[in-house]
């Protein structure tokens, strides 16, 4: 189905954009391939045709309106037309929010949200003018979840679901155009290598973390049969029902984990990380944080959280 397709990937230099044009690859689809770190591109480039694709790489940052406008452009002479977007551009500053300065908070917002309407915006004529189109927004699940010491970064990724969600209404009139969401839960990625960092103490991924591979098989599958929204993994399900229900004690929770890990964790130097220039390390798909598990082996999680939640909301009830 997406033999000969031409699809746009932003941030596809490293972690889940790398595993997702990877995917696409395999397909024999037309990538084009777009991050700030070119040289980075033009090595997965290289995989990629390796793999049977045709790539074209684009030095891009999505936070230049006009360089979407151009991104776009190249991508419909390489392809003749644009088939499929992927939103996949993202970054992470970590810190209390007081003590984060603002014009990071703004770069991250600048990237997660403004980007992402950059690329909506850039594409969406194309889009209209064909009568056709799929533009997939990879969100996370801190599109449901707040982060506690990452203010900046809960504000862009619930923006991009409020964002979505008005461009869904919008585009009802077009059947053939689809705006599709995926929430995916924490991964083995590069990303947090990368992030900017006000807390002092190194950081990691909250467990479990899972494969790269398993957004990508799902963003393949949201481009061969769109739907509006996709939780990729039981654990970004768990956490976007107890949100849901006990939205204080899931809170509560999650910030008493993270306090009490940055109280033990190594200092380190505060970073800017990769937030306003690309870095020549981890580049990979993976970063390393252990072995990820395999597609349903985290049903233990969901099994036992949902078990928790249910107990609770009958707890709640019968106080009623």
Not at 64 to 84: Q, R
Not at 174 to 185: G, S
Not at 312 to 317: D, I
Request: glycine share 12%.
């Amino acid at each position: 189905m997406l033999n000969h397709k031409t699809i746009v990937i932003t941030g596809a230099s490293s972690g889940a954009g790398r595993a997702i044009a990877l995917e696409f690859a395999i397909h024999g689809t037309k990538l084009v391939l777009a991050a700030r770190n070119l040289d980075a591109l033009l090595e997965l480039g290289l995989e990629c045709e390796e793999l049977g694709a045709r790539v074209k790489c684009v030095e891009t940052d999505v936070t230049d309106y006009g360089g979407m406008i151009n991104l776009a452009s190249k991508a419909e002479d390489f392809g003749g037309k644009i088939d499929i977007w992927v939103n996949n551009a993202g970054v992470l500053a970590v810190g209390s929010f007081e003590e984060t300065p603002m014009e990071v908070h703004e770069q991250v917002i600048r990237t997660n949200l403004l980007g992402y309407m950059n690329g909506a915006h850039a594409v969406m004529p194309y889009f209209i003018q064909q009568g056709k189109g799929i533009l997939i927004n990879n969100i996370s699940i801190g599109g449901f979840l707040p982060v506690p010491y990452g203010a900046g970064y809960s504000a862009s990724k619930f923006g991009i679901r409020g964002f979505s969600a008005a461009l869904k209404a919008e585009m009802g009139e077009y059947p053939d155009i689809h705006v599709c969401d995926a929430f995916p839960a924490f991964l083995d990625t590069p990303g947090i290598q990368h992030a900017a960092n006000y807390t002092g103490r190194a950081i990691k991924p909250a467990p479990p973390v899972y494969d790269p591979k398993r957004v990508a098989m799902g963003i393949v599958k949201l481009a061969e049969d769109p739907q509006a929204n996709m939780m990729i993994g039981s654990t970004s399900i768990l956490l976007r029902l107890s949100y849901a229900l006990l939205p204080k004690l899931t809170i509560g929770i999650t910030q008493k984990v993270i306090s009490t890990y940055l109280k033990n964790a190594e200092e380190i130097p505060r970073t800017d990380g990769n937030l306003f220039n690309p870095v020549k390390y981890g580049n990979a798909v993976h970063g390393g944080w252990g072995l990820p598990g395999k597609p349903k082996a985290h049903r233990k999680y969901i099994a036992g959280g949902l078990g928790i939640i249910a107990a609770f909301g009958l707890l709640l009830l019968s106080k009623k």
